[in-house]
Nanobody, 127 residues
Framework: LPLVESGGGLVQPGGTLTLSCAAP????????VGWFRQAPGKEREGLACIDSTSDNTLYADSVKGRFTISRDNAERMVYLQMNDLKPEDTAIYYCADDLWYTNVREMFTGSREYGSWGRGTQVTVSS
């Protein structure tokens, strides 16, 4: 699906941001979704993923306990709440989707490519 990320911005260390992922005009509620980020000079990394019913989630160790992925299928939105942000969280954040949760998990681990990256949303953590 054509995904649109939003909610990024400049935040101080220790601050909070909530990112949103939408697929305007499409039934995102049927898709598993993952959040990813790419910092300058670094490879894209998987942060969190969620299946279509919110029964299954997975987090990278780097964000476990600080970030929470959730979704509102009535609103056709997927969110990433980010707490206790650190300067090393500075990156462009992207979401990705697939009908199959197993495929999103493979993207999360880097064993499957995703070919429809959007523009992402910039998150900058700085004092």
């Amino acid at each position: 699906l054509p995904l649109v990320e939003s909610g990024g911005g400049l935040v101080q260390p220790g601050g909070t941001l909530t990112l949103s992922c939408a697929a305007p005009g499409f039934a995102l509620e049927h898709y598993a979704v993952g959040w990813f980020r790419q910092a300058p000079g670094k490879e894209r990394e998987g942060l969190a993923c969620i299946d279509s019913t919110s029964d299954n989630t997975l987090y990278a160790d780097s964000v476990k306990g600080r970030f929470t992925i959730s979704r509102d299928n009535a609103e056709r939105m997927v969110y990433l709440q980010m707490n206790d942000l650190k300067p090393e969280d500075t990156a462009i954040y992207y979401c990705a989707d697939d009908l199959w949760y197993t495929n999103v998990r493979e993207m999360f681990t880097g064993s499957r490519e995703y070919g429809s990256w959007g523009r992402g949303t910039q998150v900058t953590v700085s004092s």
